[in-house]
């Protein structure tokens, strides 16, 4: 029993009524903030630089070019959200798996949503399992980083 555990006992840090929404609400951002970095140097430098139309004629190409490196910012977005996600939190796989995945699926959906005219089955097959790759990969190396 520790000193904490009578009645009124002051509160433990991150005791409070609101205490799981603001480590779900700090995930959150520090996914958002992660994505949204990574995927503005994948646009700068990638699209940019690398990018041509010859390259992205095949599919070889649309997969270094545009589906790796976007299942790289969809891990570090995952993986960020993690780690930030509070400790007594993350050890609930209820509480901790929405904390990181939710950023990366509600970016996946908004990106579905607002390319709905020109999108084809390649690019929706694709960008799912870049999605699913990506937040398998960001889960398993902030797990891996926990042990």
Do not use: K
């Not at 009645?7 to 799981?20: E, F, L, N, T, V």
């Not at 480590?23 to 958002?32: D, E, P, T």
């Not at 139309?53 to 960020?80: K, Q, V, Y």
């Not at 097959?125 to 699913?132: E, G, H, R, T, Y």
């Amino acid at each position: 029993m520790t000193r904490y555990d009578y009645p009124g006992a002051p509160a433990r840090q991150g005791d409070g009524p609101g205490a799981p929404v603001f480590a779900l609400m700090r995930a959150w951002a520090a996914g958002i903030v992660v994505l949204l970095f990574t995927e503005y140097l994948q646009a700068t430098v990638v699209y940019d630089y690398l990018a041509s139309d010859s390259a992205l004629e095949s599919f070889g190409g649309r997969l270094m070019l545009i589906h790796l490196p976007n299942a790289m910012c969809i891990a570090l977005a995952t993986w960020a959200a993690g780690r930030v996600h509070s400790d007594p939190y993350r050890e609930s796989p209820a509480q901790h798996l929405p904390a990181a995945f939710t950023v990366p699926v509600v970016a996946q959906v908004i990106n579905l949503a607002l390319q709905w005219d020109g999108l084809v089955a390649e690019g929706v097959l694709m960008s799912n399992a870049v999605l699913v790759l990506g937040c398998v990969t960001g889960y398993a190396v902030e797990r891996l980083q926990e042990d």
